[in-house]
């Protein structure tokens, strides 16, 4: 339970990244999403809402969907059946860079950092589609150094030659860049040594709370997940099978006994 204690002691006085507050309750709503492959389902009937300032967690075995889930909403993957909505506007067939430019950002899973760039140069990359003046680059990139200081200390070394943990935080702090309103990260703990995954999840915790911002957490790593989000959902081969506050999915019998060996 560490990662949990320190999430709920730790003063965040420090950390500059200025909140993105907006009016209303619903930032994305998913509605009877639905996707095949080769005509074999990969989801169906997919529902479920993701609110301003949430924490949601989205647990499952591999290949239970919860990827190709992500790269549905992101415009990656079309739906064969029903709406994504983002903020009011439907978004189930905008191309990706369409919805990236509306301020959602997928972290996928692997990283996939650009390894010939500098972390400085794959940072900038990740403002490609905003027109920032040199000032506002600046002020992003450092925030994102202030996020995790071993990017500044290895600004000019190449992405490629990176730890893997550095990279996932490379990959996070490219996210950042685009100033998101949302940020779906995929697999965050994936590979990575226990003491990296706690401080992943530190990270994640730190940008909901400071900015506001809402973020869904994927993951096999299910006591992770739920230890972080106030919400959490469970799918299994293409269906969610089970929703509801994390705390209380943590105790859950059938939880404990599928996802976290108890």
């Known amino acids: 339970m560490e990662v949990v204690e320190k999430v709920q002691t730790e003063s965040d006085a420090h950390f500059n990244f200025k909140p993105r507050i907006q009016s209303g309750k619903d930032v994305l709503t998913v509605r009877d999403v639905s996707k095949s492959f080769d005509g074999q389902p990969l989801f169906e009937n997919i529902s479920f809402d993701i609110h301003r300032g949430d924490k949601v967690g989205i647990i499952g075995a591999n290949g239970a969907g919860k990827t190709t889930l992500m790269k549905t909403i992101m415009g990656i993957n079309r ?96 996210g950042m860049m685009s100033d998101p309103k949302l940020i779906m990260f995929d697999e965050p703990s994936l590979g990575l040594a226990p003491v990296i995954v706690d401080e992943m999840f530190d990270a994640i915790v730190k940008i909901n709370r400071t900015r506001k911002t809402p973020v869904v957490i994927v993951e096999q790593n299910a006591f992770m997940a739920m230890s972080i989000s106030s919400r959490t959902y469970v799918l299994e081969v293409g269906r969610i099978v089970n929703s509801g506050g994390s705390r209380e999915l943590l105790d859950s019998p059938d939880i404990k006994k599928a996802y976290l060996g108890g």
């Open 79 to 174: 739906p064969a059946r029903g709406a994504v909505t983002y903020n009011g506007e439907q978004i189930s067939d905008l191309k990706a860079h369409l919805i990236v430019g509306r301020g959602i950002v997928y972290i996928p899973e692997g990283r996939e950092v650009f390894p010939q760039m500098s972390v400085l140069e794959n940072l900038e990359m990740g403002a490609f589609c905003k027109k920032y003046t040199k000032a506002q680059l600046d002020e992003h990139i450092a925030e994102v150094y202030e996020l995790f200081p071993r990017l500044k200390e290895r600004a000019r070394q190449q992405a490629g030659t990176l730890s893997g943990g550095e990279q996932q935080m490379l990959a996070i702090g490219r």
